[in-house]
């Protein structure tokens, strides 16, 4: 079966890098039409695309945050990883990835993994 | 970028109540319209695809419907485990990008 699962820093102080990865299984990230994602959600509020991958090493990324984030992906790991530069309290949300196919549904997530950004 | 605007943003229902929820696009999606549902502290999971296209495994009693601008998400007798958080997401083009939220209340 479809898991995915993010890890990285459960706190980040100001100005700091974020280094998140997604960790997944039951599906390749070679295999046409498949795509990781990457959504995020501030506590008690909506939810946020972040950024995109796909099987031919496409990148996609939300306009507001595009220039600091950066997704790749390693496909004989099974993992996608998302940088995101010059943290900011702002930034404390869940975050999530999740698989997507070309129509861009997002039809399995991982449990999610809460950053805050705190001196 | 597609703004998307669900109404209302919280709805109070009892069990068996027919609820409905909207969602519009700030320009046409053709029918790329995706709904979830979430849990508190639980992921998002996906319920409708392509507007109307019921994902594997979602009871039938959700439905949706729309094209273009206008959307909306029915459940059509509320079920004690379908009070959650309703979410729409526009597929259209990149960036995807989602509601608001509704917020669906026992009454």
């Known amino acids: 079966q479809v898991t995915l699962r993010e890890s990285g820093p459960a706190l980040v102080k100001p100005t700091q890098t974020l280094t998140l990865t997604c960790t997944f299984s039951?599906?390749?990230?070679?295999?046409?039409?498949?795509?990781v994602s990457w959504i995020r959600q501030p506590p008690g509020k909506a939810l946020e695309w972040l950024a995109l991958?796909?099987?031919?090493?496409?990148?996609y990324y939300s306009t507001s945050l595009k220039t600091r984030l950066t997704i790749s992906k390693d496909t004989s790991k099974n993992q996608v990883v998302l940088t995101m530069t010059n943290m900011d309290p702002v930034d404390t949300a869940t975050y999530y990835c999740?698989?997507?196919?070309?129509?861009?549904?997002?039809?399995?997530w991982g449990q999610g993994t809460l950053v805050t950004v705190s001196s | 970028d597609i703004q998307m605007t669900q109404s209302p943003s919280s709805v109070s229902a009892s069990v068996g109540d027919r609820v409905t929820i909207t969602c519009r696009a700030s320009?046409?999606?053709?029918?790329?319209l995706a709904w979830y549902q979430q849990k508190p502290g639980k992921a998002p999971k996906l319920l409708i695809y392509?507007?109307?296209s019921l994902q594997s495994g979602v009871p039938s009693r959700f439905s949706g419907s729309g094209s273009g601008t206008d959307f909306t998400l029915t459940i059509s007798s509320l079920q004690p485990e379908d009070f959650a958080t309703y979410y729409c997401?526009?597929?259209?083009?990149?960036?995807?990008?989602f509601g608001g939220g509704t917020k669906v209340e026992i009454k």
């Open positions: 999740a698989r997507a196919t070309v129509t861009k549904n997002f039809d399995y």
């Open positions: 320009q046409g999606i053709s029918s790329w």
């Open positions: 997401q526009q597929a259209n083009s990149f960036p995807p990008s």
């Open positions: 039951g599906f390749s990230l070679s295999t046409s039409g498949m795509c």
């Open positions: 991958i796909d099987w031919d090493d496409d990148k």
């Open positions: 392509a507007a109307s």
